[in-house]
């Protein structure tokens, strides 16, 4: 009986996707989230068959949503649900783990191709999307960001944010000292040398999406 989350705070997308679930296979469940951290929630106590997640959630924009359950859930079959369908934002997506990608344009019927193909084992993507320039800035960053570990994530959200050490550590439950070694790991695998770089490497990541 497989199991699939539906993260996506759009009704109609979130309902057609759920169509197209049912009617792929009848024996399917399914779990909303609308946010991030409903998602992550459930992903930290359940395996899903597949997570279908929204680039856009209210409290994530971009790729960074991507990152974070896949580095809670590293073997988590994840397909991208967009409105942005251009080669170089599926290779992006593909760099750091997706195994799918279905535009938010896609008829039910399409849904339920590309459901049928994820749950099967198989990746799938919308013809004439595929084949994103493999050296694209984009993708490079998405393959460094996929090397951050949970706690590094959390970390770089927070300076996005504008938080400063003592606050990170406060609202994480760390130590000084371990932000600040999260923060040399963080800079030295996006290739940046301090923290406003970081910031706009995640903020011009993000904002392909």
Aim: hydrophobic share 45%.
């Amino acid at each position: 009986m497989p199991h699939i989350l539906v993260a996506d705070d759009h009704p109609m997308c979130a309902t057609a996707l759920g169509m197209a679930a049912q009617a792929t296979d009848p024996t399917i469940t399914r779990d909303s989230a609308t946010t991030l951290a409903e998602a992550e929630a459930l992903v930290r106590t359940k395996d899903y068959d597949l997570i279908l997640l929204d680039l856009m959630l209210p409290d994530v924009q971009g790729f960074a949503g991507l990152a974070l359950l896949r580095a809670i859930r590293p073997s988590a079959r994840i397909a991208i649900v967009s409105g942005r369908e251009e080669p170089a934002v599926v290779a992006q997506a593909h760099a750091l783990g997706a195994h799918g990608f279905i535009p938010k344009s896609s008829t039910i019927d399409q849904m339920m191709e590309a459901l049928r193909t994820l749950l099967a084992g198989r990746t799938w993507v919308p013809e004439g999307l595929g084949g994103g320039a493999p050296d694209d800035r984009r993708v490079d960053m998405a393959e460094r960001m996929g090397t951050l570990s949970i706690a590094q994530l959390r970390v770089l959200r927070a300076i996005v944010n504008g938080h400063q050490n003592k606050q990170i550590a406060y609202d994480l439950q760390l130590a000084e000292p371990t932000v600040k070694s999260h923060l040399s790991a963080i800079f030295r695998k996006l290739g940046v040398s301090n923290r406003t770089q970081a910031v706009l490497a995640l903020q011009a990541f993000d904002a392909e999406a």
